[in-house]
């Protein structure tokens, strides 16, 4: 019955992709240039929160892009796992409901599935590969 939707995995993979990357990234321009919303202190760069705020920004746009797909999709995977249990698990508990890090931990999963799965269609990886 779902043998005919094989054929778009490669074009779902890219949109799970490239609309994850772009919410990232929201994350990390909160962070460095308090947009869309007011950042939560000021921007120090060589902070744990200046230093994940340049990885979400900069990781989410080469996720976007499918550059660096899977390297970046595992750095980010384990930063988002970091913040959970630092920032989530150890201040409020270990469910995602109670401690507020809902997505944190999506974030964490749907990068390792990326990691895993490759960047799918309508990526610079996939043009570099059929150039190589």
């Keep these: 019955m779902f043998d005919s939707l094989e054929r778009h995995r490669p074009t779902a993979l890219a949109g799970l992709r490239i609309i ?7 994350h990390g321009t909160q962070k460095i240039f308090s947009f ?3 950042a ?5 760069l060589m902070s744990q929160m200046g230093i994940g705020g340049v990885l979400e920004l900069v990781g989410g746009a080469l996720i976007v892009l499918g550059l660096f797909t899977r390297p970046v999709a595992f750095l980010l995977s384990g930063m988002m796992a970091v913040a959970y249990f630092q920032f989530h698990a150890m201040s409020g508990g270990l469910f995602p409901m109670v401690n507020g ?17 490759g960047p799918g269609a309508l990526s610079v990886d996939g043009i570099l ?3 190589a």
């Design 20 to 26: 994850t990357g772009l919410m990232f990234m929201q």
């Design 36 to 38: 869309p919303a007011e």
């Design 40 to 44: 939560r202190g000021p921007f120090e």
């Design 101 to 117: 890090g809902e997505l944190a931990a999506l974030y964490c999963w749907v990068f390792l599935f990326v990691f895993f799965a």
């Design 129 to 131: 590969a059929k150039k």
